[in-house]
């Protein structure tokens, strides 16, 4: 059975710092998404990762992602204040359906002013 | 090109009263999934459908629960007998082919009073 596990499940950061959150997912998939969730909102998709090595970059986020780790990173640089929210890593799960993804606990981003 | 579209936004239900949730996906869309998220975490998978038909339910509690999507209108998630740990946000998501990108809607949060 597929497992996404994200750490930490909550930070708290400066305005102006740097930090990394992880997904580990325990079998092989093929496709590794990023989605931001503001509180009471819906999804919003980040990123897309599809192969190993890639790296994708959107502003202050970058992610990455190491297949044969089975690990992705979302890189956030010079934290500020907007991008507190919750982001979640989702991998593909198959035995069933392609899409069926398989979601993260989440990571609870607090942007200090 | 109107996302997918969920109602009701918000819906109270009484223990033991039924809740009917829909969405209707993105034009073009044939492809259906149900998620929820409980407070706190991460979203689960329920159902995926197409039209007419149910492709995977693995996610689907064995009673109380069931989804259609049919030839005409939106997708519904039907629950019958609600108890409060039904409680919890439902979204739903539609893609184009069978492993296009997914778009959230912006989720159905039912309350069981």
């Known amino acids: 059975e597929l497992k996404v596990e994200q750490n930490p499940l909550f930070l708290s950061m400066q305005e102006g710092k740097n930090y990394t959150i992880y997904c580990n997912y325990s079998t092989t998939s093929d496709r590794l998404y990023w989605y931001r969730q503001d509180p009471g909102k819906s999804l919003e998709s980040l990123f897309v990762?599809?192969?190993?090595?890639a790296v994708k970059q959107e502003g202050r986020l970058m992610a990455s992602l190491d297949t044969k780790a089975r690990l992705s990173t979302l890189h956030i640089t010079a934290a500020v204040h907007d991008l507190s929210a919750t982001y979640f890593c989702a991998v593909e799960g198959y035995g069933g359906a392609t899409n069926k993804l398989i979601f993260g606990t989440g990571t609870l981003l607090a942007v200090q002013p | 090109n109107a996302g997918v579209m969920q109602n009701p936004r918000h819906l109270v239900r009484r223990r033991g009263q039924e809740a009917r949730l829909r969405c209707s996906p993105m034009?073009?869309?044939?492809?259906v999934y149900w998620y929820r998220q409980l407070p706190e975490e991460g979203l689960k998978f329920m159902v995926y459908?197409?039209?007419?038909?149910?492709?995977?339910e693995s996610g689907m509690p064995k009673e109380r629960f069931s989804a259609e999507f049919p030839k005409e209108g939106p997708s519904i998630l039907r629950i019958q007998q609600v108890v409060r740990g039904d409680s919890a946000a439902y979204f739903c998501a539609s893609s184009q082919q069978y492993n296009s990108p997914l778009h959230f809607g912006n989720g159905t949060r039912l309350t069981v009073t």
């Open positions: 990762l599809l192969s190993n090595g």
């Open positions: 034009k073009g869309h044939s492809h």
């Open positions: 459908l197409q039209k007419e038909n149910i492709i995977d």
